[in-house]
């Protein structure tokens, strides 16, 4: 159990969306791998917005795996050029929080980035965030980044 444990905790699963707090979240994760030598499970999620009552929160008006698999590379290419740190990339279909925290069992750490969504609208919309501190397996870094617009 232990070299299991030893092999998660040298994983770290980072969220990543096309926005800019979440390419810092990625530049940090990789950075973190790179001192650590960990490897990056970088995770899209999408969705179908017929099976979530159509709100597409993920990806502005994106519910297309494809659409979120070029975003997910684009940003991966843009943040990981050189460093020798394996960027592994996983696009999967569900909800951005039980995507990340699915994604983060038996990883040593899980990274997000921060929208910077705050008092009333943070609360109206949620957080995914929030929601992973609450709820994930293992330690959580928040990165962030500019606001969005």
Not at 34 to 52: C, E, Q, R
């Amino acid at each position: 159990m232990a070299a299991a444990q030893q092999n998660g905790d040298r994983r770290i699963v980072v969220g990543v969306d096309g926005s800019p707090s979440s390419r810092e979240a990625l530049r940090w994760a990789v950075r973190q791998a790179a001192l650590t030598g960990s490897v990056v499970d970088a995770v899209i999620a999408w969705h179908d917005p017929a099976s979530y009552g159509g709100y597409a929160w993920l990806i502005a008006d994106t519910c297309d795996a494809d659409l979120a698999a070029k975003t997910l590379s684009e940003a991966v290419d843009s943040v990981s050029a050189g460093g020798g740190v394996t960027v592994r990339q996983r696009v999967m279909e569900g909800s951005p929080a039980r995507v990340l925290l699915d994604a983060a069992k038996g990883a040593g750490l899980l990274v997000v980035g921060s929208r910077g969504h705050g008092g009333f609208a943070g609360m109206l919309l949620g957080s995914v965030s929030q929601h992973c501190v609450r709820h994930s397996p293992c330690p959580v870094v928040i990165i962030r980044g500019q606001r969005d617009s």
